[in-house]
């Protein structure tokens, strides 16, 4: 007999070792999310997947699959919570999304239009983090970091070259680069690193690449990041990367 819980009143199968996450978009149900990328390991940092199981919230990237356990994803409650932790990342930085070159492919800017948010209601802190543009090939922007810390665990889980880290705590955190300066340039970062791919914002970016793809032609631009999310990791599922 095939295990199931209940998500939104639908019943969801699953298989053993699956979080709720993975269970829910399989079977085509989008749970947002922003520091998660299901081709590595779950970390819920950003808390943006936040569900409830049997009344009591846990991140669905890292919340096991139960036998029929009762989950609510999409609720005005919970959609209110995640509209408030996207108005505070866009606070805590510096977000100008008609200029920034990651505009379209943004999952925090496409995250705040599939949830309805209209405006930042907390007051802006306009932080000024050093950026760094020494590397010939990458750059880093700390303004637009988010501290997901995808690229600090991919950069150490799988290219083995541990560049970034978390330093610092509470507003003071920042994301820093491992190397004897502190800057890319003395460090071994490269343009084909895991971790350069995976950041959600346009915190790290390569060079000379911004703009390649004309914004109104960018894959959130043309769907909203629900549909291309479901539809990319049906293409995982399948062996395909979009």
Not at 180 to 185: A, E, I, N, Q
Not at 223 to 234: A, D, M, N, T
Request: with cysteine.
């Amino acid at each position: 007999m095939e295990n199931t819980f209940s998500l939104d009143g639908k019943e969801i199968p699953f298989e053993p070792g699956q979080t709720v996450w993975d269970a829910a978009m399989a079977a085509g149900v989008y749970i947002p999310h922003l520091c998660h990328n299901p081709d590595y390991e779950p970390h819920s940092s950003c808390r943006l997947c936040t569900i409830t199981v049997n009344g009591r919230p846990f991140a669905a990237c890292t919340q096991p699959a139960v036998a029929d356990q009762l989950v609510h994803n999409n609720t005005p409650e919970l959609n209110a919570m995640r509209r408030t932790i996207l108005q505070m990342l866009f606070v805590e930085g510096n977000h100008y999304c008609p200029s920034c070159e990651k505009s379209g492919n943004c999952k925090l800017q496409s995250s705040a239009y599939d949830l309805g948010m209209q405006d930042n209601h907390f007051p802006q802190l306009f932080p000024h983090r050093e950026p760094d543009s020494s590397h010939p090939d990458v750059i880093l922007d700390r303004d637009r970091c988010i501290l997901c810390g995808l690229c600090v665990r991919v950069s150490r889980d799988v290219d083995k070259k541990s560049i970034f880290a978390i330093a610092n705590r509470g507003i003071k955190s920042e994301l820093i680069v491992n190397s004897p300066s502190g800057k890319l340039v003395d460090s071994k970062v490269s343009v084909d690193d895991e971790a350069m791919k995976v950041c959600p914002v346009g915190s790290l970016m390569i060079k000379r690449k911004g703009f390649e793809v004309p914004i109104g032609q960018r894959d959130y631009d043309k769907e909203p990041i629900s549909v291309v999310s479901l539809r990319q990791f049906q293409g995982r599922k399948e062996g395909r990367h979009e």
